[in-house]
């Protein structure tokens, strides 16, 4: 069996995919990587497909010491990833020999970097999905994050792992995280619970990510945001995105983890292309809303497309 011995487990490292659909009804969230586009990009990288398991590391990385050759990628944060103690790329594929040991040394852009590893991380799937929702100790490796002496299984490659390896994402194609973050916005569903000065507040200030922020959301500081009434509503489903606002007046934007249903009014939905921006931020980020059209929306997730078109030929 190939295996990744963890030696250290990290900040918080869990085993993460796409998601599992079809179950929210019944108040699983969907769970899966918080930069989408980057676990995408990493399996491309190494011959895997698109929906296969990877490691979602945060913040402090882990240690892992590889127990069979392997080709891997990283993408999305910059963590200062090295092997044996030298730098690696993030974005490109490399080999690591048997017995190498990847490490990091801190963040240096974004704050979660995805690990994908040619045939892809093999725990069991759980409702059709391999990603670890910690909250309910569903999938993953065990329902948690990785410990010291957890041994990650590792399924046998689809293809020759060998040809892929430099394999990159073009320079001018690497997203920039930086601290400053700037989300694109559908209004609605329920902005016409806001007053106009409401809705001229949230798009044309900066917000602040507070303390209060993990894969549910990401709760933000900044002007109130003015109600024409109450914040609450009666619950409904809450997608991935959606910007709630509390009765202090403060948005909160919901991650893959959210709950299914919520009952506070939601001002606004982070479009997708969009979400790995929020995923990436770290306390003291800023924020700030911009309100497009659905039409831009589709646009901009149809150039994302392209560049992982790139990828797959």
């Not at 990493?42 to 990877?54: H, I, W």
């Not at 590391?57 to 127990?67: E, K, S």
């Not at 993953?140 to 689809?158: H, K, N, T």
């Amino acid at each position: 069996m190939r295996t990744i011995e963890v030696i250290e487990g990290g900040f918080f490292t869990t085993v993460q995919d796409l998601g599992r659909y079809g179950y929210q009804r019944y108040g699983v969230p969907v769970s899966g990587a918080l930069d989408r586009f980057a676990i995408r990009a990493g399996n491309l990288l190494v011959g895997n497909q698109e929906s296969n398991a990877g490691l979602e590391i945060t913040f402090v990385g882990p240690r892992l010491r590889f127990l069979c050759d392997s080709t891997i990628a990283l993408a999305g944060a910059n963590l200062g990833p090295t092997v044996n103690g030298k730098p690696v790329p993030v974005w490109e594929s490399v080999a690591v020999s048997k017995g190498c040991v990847l490490s990091f040394q801190g963040p240096q852009d974004g704050i979660r970097s995805y690990l994908c590893v040619n045939g892809g991380i093999d725990v069991p799937q759980v409702l059709g999905s391999r990603s670890t929702f910690i909250r309910s100790r569903l999938g993953g490796f065990e329902g948690r994050s990785l410990a010291l002496g957890d041994m990650i299984p590792v399924a046998d490659p689809a293809n020759d792992a060998a040809k892929f390896i430099g394999r990159k994402l073009a320079s001018h194609s690497i997203p920039r995280y930086g601290n400053d973050h700037t989300l694109r916005v559908i209004m609605g569903p329920q902005d016409d619970a806001f007053t106009e000065a409401g809705i001229k507040t949230f798009l044309s200030s900066v917000y602040t990510v507070t303390p209060m922020f993990d894969r549910m959301g990401y709760r933000l500081a900044g002007p109130v945001i003015e109600h024409k009434a109450a914040a609450d509503i009666v619950s409904d489903g809450t997608p991935y995105g959606a910007v709630q606002v509390t009765g202090n007046g403060m948005p909160i934007v919901l991650l893959a983890d959210c709950g299914t249903t919520g009952g506070y009014t939601k001002i606004a939905t982070v479009i997708s292309v969009d979400l790995p921006l929020i995923g990436q931020a770290q306390l003291g980020d800023t924020i700030t809303f911009q309100s497009i059209g659905l039409e831009e929306a589709h646009r901009a997730l149809r150039e994302q497309e392209k560049l992982l078109e790139t990828l797959r030929s």
